[in-house]
């Protein structure tokens, strides 16, 4: 890989480690955030937390297609340096909250530009050769994974330090992120690939109408958005799973999802090339879901907190699925699409952030409540294997040679 691109692709890398990290950074220092600003007790400040981390999703969602299609039109560069200037500027204003109207607006702000998820894809896309694709955005993958891990654990420990130094912390090492792709970053898609900025291809349903007229896409992205929902019952209600099930404590549950994120990025950093060599894309994605769907159903009728443990990394091994569907349906679209197709993919993902949460949080409560029938702290783990069952099949339907 040559200098430059090895540089760019590095940027990219802590691009997406950047917007792993944005919620993961604020969980521990949340609750006294808010009760901080706000006051009241720990159970208001929980139900306040849950709102500002789905406006964060929901800005995602929105605004990730409108990102893609801009850097569609004026190319991927600007967009990425521009967000990544706002999404500094907004861990400043967070910092600097005094009230909780204020901590809503950092948030809308950091989910609008934490979207450039998608311009990131696009620009990988562009950069790779076709037989390159699944690896990459595996790369990509193992980025976000190491945001995932990084996020809470540097939170916690800037924390010590004071509720605001997470957000000080945060933008200056996005503000030098930014810096980075000023200096590192070349345009990847030329002038002459670039196409018309349209409203229709910018918002999430007229995107995703438009990505999925061509062949094949709809239910693709059906799968992707079926495997999320499952996915996301980790940081769903992991910590309240094993409170309940093991007794664990917040260190335990921090070191369990600290080993769930590096073997997610080992996996999507690494692994995958393997697996990609040795199977193909399609059975990649087959193999990843039956994994997947074994895995869950351990983690639903695990007794013992050390075999627990010891399935976290194991059932990150799944996670060859994603970055394999992703570099099916960007083959299939034409290079000028390709940030639409992302933002499209970012958005899908976006809203499973949003139905995940109170899906699993439901069951959970449901089976865990005092008068429940059955006390089965594990029944969410079951529901998203069967989710994971119920995605396998729509992909199975799809011909091998669209698949």
Known sequence: ??????????????????????????????????????????????????????????????????????????????????????????????????????????????????????????????QSKPHEKAANFGLLGAGFGVGFVLGPLVGGLLGELGTRAPFYAAAGVVGLNALLGAVAMRETL?????????????????????????????????????????????????????????????????????????????????????????????????????????AFFLLAIVTSGAAALILTPVAALGAVVSPALQAIMSRRVSDDAQGELQGVFTSVHALSMIVSPLMMASVFSAFTRDGAPVHFPGAPFLVSMALIFVALAVFLRQPKEQS
């Not at 560069?77 to 861990?91: A, D, E, K």
Request: include cysteine; charged fraction near 10%; aromatic fraction near 12%.
């Open 1 to 126: 890989m040559r200098p430059a691109l090895r540089l760019s692709v590095l940027f990219l890398l802590s691009t997406v480690m950047l917007d792993a990290m944005g919620i993961g950074l604020i969980m521990p220092i949340m609750p006294s955030l808010i009760r901080e600003v706000q006051g009241g007790d720990l159970a208001d400040a929980a139900l306040w937390g849950g709102i500002l981390s789905t406006v964060f999703a929901v800005m995602q969602f929105l605004f990730s297609p409108l990102l893609g299609n801009l850097s569609d039109r004026f190319g991927r560069r600007p967009v990425l340096l521009v967000s990544l200037t706002m999404m500094s500027c907004s861990y400043l204003v967070l910092a600097q909250a005094t009230a909780l109207w204020v901590l809503l607006v950092g948030q809308m702000i950091s989910g609008i530009t934490s979207a450039t998820h998608a311009t990131a894809g696009a620009c990988m896309a562009d």
């Open 190 to 294: 030329p002038p002459e690939k670039r196409r018309p900025f349209a409203w229709r291809r910018a918002n999430p349903l007229g995107a995703f109408f438009g990505i999925s007229k061509l062949p094949g896409i709809a239910p693709l992205l059906l799968v992707y958005f079926i495997y999320s929902v499952a996915l996301y019952v980790y940081p769903a209600i992991w910590s309240y799973f094993t409170q309940a099930r093991f007794d664990w404590s917040p260190q335990t549950i921090g070191l369990s999802l600290g080993l769930f994120g590096i073997s997610m990025a080992l996996v999507q950093g690494v692994l995958i090339r393997l697996v990609l060599r040795w199977v193909g894309e399609r059975k990649t994605v087959i193999y990843g879901q039956l994994f997947d769907a074994v």
